[in-house]
């Protein structure tokens, strides 16, 4: 009986979407360009998948998009591969899905991810991870985010005493990701260079202090992460999950998170881990990359690069390569106490999944193939979790690092909680 009022208590997080007709995604490319793509569903059920429109103002290296889809802003991160900073760019997103630029400022060098957040007075903010720069810093969001406007607010650089275990992608610190917690309290940012998921609070002027750090394995690299609450992602009680990818290690690690007295931090007990193939044989080279939960949060799938364990027919049909190698997407399906379950290791696509995002519905997962320069939108069965046949497929000029469905969707990452 409790259990059942709990689970009715916290299951409001999981109602399935409408499918509308057509959706607009937005492509981040190193080339320079934001691509507006149309997947659009034809009368007899079959889909398109076609480009509307081009924006080259995040140039010169779009890393990262995070949308706010209830004040249609884009948010674009140049991560300035060749330029000694990094940009942070904003656009509002017209009714045709193409883009107008709002704003673009000069950032600490190398963004590649961001997350919004909201101060304890209501005021949103925007916080970045910097990989290059080994830094995390802090926007705020001029009129809470509705126009796009932004002002700088703070950096808090890290240094490394001595490189880490893995020299060569361990000499400094390197911010991966900014995540922020179910409770809206604390901010994540997984730091690949010094082994340590590191912790944020932030105060009324939206300013984060660091806290006590996670440490995982040595040399295992953490990038990137979700929380996962199994009562469902609206469940302000019962135990509170964070899963961590490791880039290095091949691991994914499932910690049970406990929230310390006075807003003191968090602390991290290790309930499961395994390889992000859930212990089947790692092919080598394999480097693991994004991270997310199914919207009806019963599932977690994480992309795997590098590992060539396909060979597909090239889902880009306008592609005259007709059969491709293709790295992984490895499903999970959730378990209450933590640990997870594999469920399924398929293709995805073609060459290094930088980054992947299911729609609202669940029905559709849209992975960007860094090498393989295309989008390809896989069906997904929301009941099994199983990954199926492609809806669509295009190619984008250059390493396309980001793929953002134009929807309010949920990944297992909060914002505004
Ligand atoms: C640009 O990069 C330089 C060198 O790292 C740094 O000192 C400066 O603060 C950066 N500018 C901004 C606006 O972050
Ligand atoms: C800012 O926007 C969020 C939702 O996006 C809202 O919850 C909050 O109340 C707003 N704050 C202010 C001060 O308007
Ligand atoms: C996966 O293998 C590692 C290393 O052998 C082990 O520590 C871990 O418990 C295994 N995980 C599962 C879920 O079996
Ligand atoms: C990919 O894996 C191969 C081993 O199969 C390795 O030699 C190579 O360095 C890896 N490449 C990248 C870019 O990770
Ligand atoms: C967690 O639950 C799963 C599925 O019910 C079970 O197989 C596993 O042994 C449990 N793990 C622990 C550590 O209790
Ligand atoms: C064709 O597909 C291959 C393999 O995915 C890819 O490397 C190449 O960039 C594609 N070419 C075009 C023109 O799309």
């Known amino acids: 009986m409790l259990s059942l009022l709990s689970i009715l208590s916290c299951a409001a997080g999981a109602a399935a979407a409408a499918v509308p007709a057509s959706t607009n995604l ?63 760019s904003s656009y ?22 961001g997350a919004f957040y909201q101060n304890p007075g209501g ?16 926007w705020d969001l001029t009129s809470n985010g509705t126009t796009g406007a932004f002002t700088f607010n703070q950096n808090i ?18 911010e991966h990701e900014a995540i922020v917690d179910p409770t809206g309290q604390y901010i994540l940012a997984p730091d690949l260079g010094a082994d ?6 932030f105060d009324n002027s939206a300013k984060l202090t660091a806290l006590t750090p996670l440490t995982v394995v040595p040399g295992s690299g953490p990038r990137h992460a979700v929380f996962y609450k199994p009562g469902g992602s609206a469940c302000k009680t019962g135990t509170t999950y964070l899963f961590v990818v490791t880039e290095l290690g091949n691991t994914v690690t499932s910690y049970e998170v406990t929230y310390l007295a ?45 590992d060539s364990s396909f060979s597909i027919t090239n889902p880009d049909t306008k592609n005259a390569t007709r059969t491709i190698r293709s790295d992984t997407l490895s499903t999970f399906e959730l378990q209450t106490n933590g640990s997870l379950s594999l469920v399924q290791l398929a293709p995805a696509g ?68």
Not at 92 to 113: C, E, M
Not at 123 to 138: F, K, P, W
């Open 350 to 417: 073609g060459s290094y999944p930088r980054q992947f995002a299911m729609n609202a519905a669940g029905d559709k997962l849209a992975v960007g193939l860094q090498y393989g320069s295309t989008v390809v939108v896989y069906n997904r069965d929301v009941q099994t979790g199983l990954l199926g046949t492609v809806a669509g497929a295009i190619h984008i000029d250059g390493q396309i690092t980001c793929v953002r469905w134009d929807q309010e969707t949920f990944d297992g990452t909060y914002a505004n909680a």
């Open 123 to 138: 005021q949103r903010a925007i916080t970045l991870a910097h990989y290059t720069g080994s830094d995390v810093s802090s």
């Open 157 to 174: 650089p890290f240094t490394l005493p001595h490189p880490g275990p893995n020299p060569a992608r361990q000499d400094a610190p390197h």
């Open 196 to 201: 340590l998921v590191r912790v944020f609070s």
């Open 26 to 88: 937005f492509v981040s490319s190193y080339s320079g360009t934001i691509t507006t793509l149309s997947l659009t569903q034809s009368s007899s059920g079959t889909y398109s998948l076609t480009s509307k429109a081009t924006s080259n103002g995040c140039a010169p290296n779009p890393s990262w998009l995070t949308l706010d889809y209830p004040n249609q802003v884009l948010y674009c991160l140049d991560e300035g591969l060749t330029s000694p900073n990094g940009t942070l």
């Open 262 to 306: 006075n807003k003191g931090g968090l602390s991290f007990k290790q309930v499961y881990e395994s390889n992000t193939y859930g212990n089947k044989t790692l092919p080598v080279g394999n480097a693991p990359a994004e991270i997310a939960i199914s919207p009806d949060n019963r599932f977690l799938v994480i992309s795997n690069r590098n």
């Open 92 to 113: 509002k997103i017209n009714t045709d899905g193409s883009l107008k630029q709002v704003q673009k400022a000069n950032t600490i060098s190398g963004p590649v991810a």
